[in-house]
C-alpha cells in the first residue's frame, strides 16, 4: 500500500488500521489509543427514578467475541508499533473490560510497561443496580518501544505540576461533564465516552515536547488534537465514524493554542548540558581558596584550583567529600555544598543554573 505524506493536523476518516498501514515508518512521537472497551452490556441500565442511563451502547464498541477483539488488538498494535519512533512511547487507556487483554497483548508485541496509571475519577457513575463495588477508575498502560528506549519523560514539569511533589501513579480527576462535555446538533453528548481534557494535558505535558508529533487512532471528539493544538503539539487523528469527525474538527478549530512562552516548562535536568564543577572554579563564580559550607553550616570545605574539595581529612570532588562526611554512600554535591555572598547561603545548584543561563 503505498504511503502518504504525514497529515498534521488532520483528522484521517476511516478503519483506523487501514489508515495507520498508510503512514511512513517511524513518524509519531507519541500515540494515545482510547480503544472500543468491548463493554458487552447486557440490557440497559435503569436508574434508581426509572431514568435510562446513556451508557456506551454503539455499535463501534461492540465484538462478536474476546477473539474478535484480541484479533482486533493485535492488529492496531502492529500498525502503532510500526509508525512509533523507537524512543516514542503509546499510551492506552481501558478499564477492566479489555485492558488487561491490550496490556497481554502489548507485552506480546513486545512493547516496554514504563507505568500503569490508576485514573481515579473525583465523580464517577454510581452503580444503580447496586451489585457491585462503583467503577471509580479506569487504568491507562504508558509503554517504550523496548526496555532501552531513551523516551521522554518531563520529571520536573510533572513535579512541579504537583506542588513540588513526586507526581504518583493515580491521579484524581473528574470524568467530563458540563461545559466541558461536547454536544451534538441535538444537544446530546456526542461521545458517550469523551476523555476530560485535564487528563489528555497531563499525558502530554509528561513526555511530549512541544512540536511532537501525537497520533490518536481511536479520535471520538477530538481531546488528543485538542489539547495537542493547546499545548503546540502537531496531531493526526483517525476516525471512522462521520458523525464524531465533524463535532471534533468543530472543537479543534475553537482551541486556542497557549503563547510560545507559556508552552515552557522547567527544563529536565538530563537534557541540559553537563556542568563539572571545575567549570565554576575556572570562570571565577567559585574561586579557588572560596570556602564552601552545608547549609546548617556543620561543616567548611576549602576549594582548590583544580576544582576538588579539601575538608578535615577527606579531599575529592564535591560529591565525594560531602557523602564522607555525612558517612553516606552518596550525595549530591551541587545542592549539599553552600557558599556564602552577601551573609547568605547560595546553593551550588544557583550558580550552576545561573552558569547555563549564561551559555
Known sequence: MAKRELPLDQILTGDCIAEMARLPDKCVDMIFADPPYNLQLGGDLIRPEGGKVDACDDDWDKFDSLTAYDDFTREWLEQARRILKDDGTIWVIGSYHNI???G???QDADFWILNDIVWRKANPMPNFRGTRFTNAHETMLWCAKDEKARYTFNYRAMKALNDDLQMR?????PICSGGERVKDEHGEKAHPTQK????LYRVLLACTKPGDVVLDPFFGTGTTGAVARRLGRRWIGIER???YVKVAMQRIESTLPLDESAMETVPDKRSQPRVAFGLLVESGMVPAGSTLMDSKRRWK???RADGSLTCESHSGSIHKVGAALQGAPSCNGWTFWNIEKDGALVSLDTLRSAHLAGL
Open 169 to 173: 501513579s493515580d491521579w484524581v480527576l
Open 241 to 243: 465514524e462521520k458523525s
Open 100 to 102: 488487561y487483554r491490550v
Open 301 to 303: 570545605a576549602s576549594v
Open 196 to 199: 476530560p481534557e485535564a487528563l
Open 104 to 106: 497481554a497483548l502489548l
